[in-house]
């Protein structure tokens, strides 16, 4: 089992701080092509109703409105902010409940545990 070690040292500022912004450029990444190849166009119809569509505009899009590029952007972003993110907390929170699972009792104590406060109450008695 993996030690769990609360005491153990924490990211600093600065470190805490770079993954942040990478964090907040790979966003920027992921939505980058919404920006490029999203587009929008106002639609009026007859009783004065407006409005306005956004629908997506890439390259090589076929006629029947298919493009390659907007299927592997959707692969790739699912992937990134869907199947990524499932899967470690997944695998933390099993790893959190085999830790769990592994241990005692809260109240219980150990062999050690009940050696020392044995030997505590032997010096309090004398």
């Given at each position: 089992m993996a030690i769990v070690n609360p005491l153990k040292p924490r990211m600093g500022k600065k470190a805490t701080l770079c993954v942040a912004i990478i964090i907040w450029i790979i966003g920027a990444i992921l939505s980058l092509p919404m920006l490029l190849f999203y587009t929008t166009y106002t639609?009026?119809?007859?009783?004065?109703?407006?409005?306005?569509v956004c629908y997506s505009d890439w390259p090589n899009t076929d006629d029947n409105g298919l493009s390659y590029d907007e299927y592997l952007y959707n692969v790739i972003f699912m992937i990134l902010t869907y199947f990524l993110p499932i899967g470690s907390m997944t695998f933390t929170y099993a790893r959190v409940g085999l830790e769990l699972w592994g241990s005692q009792s809260i109240g219980e104590a150990t062999a050690r545990q009940l050696e020392n406060i044995r030997s505590k109450r032997r010096?309090?008695?004398?």
């Open positions: 639609q009026n119809f007859m009783n004065g109703e407006v409005r306005v010096v309090c008695l004398k």
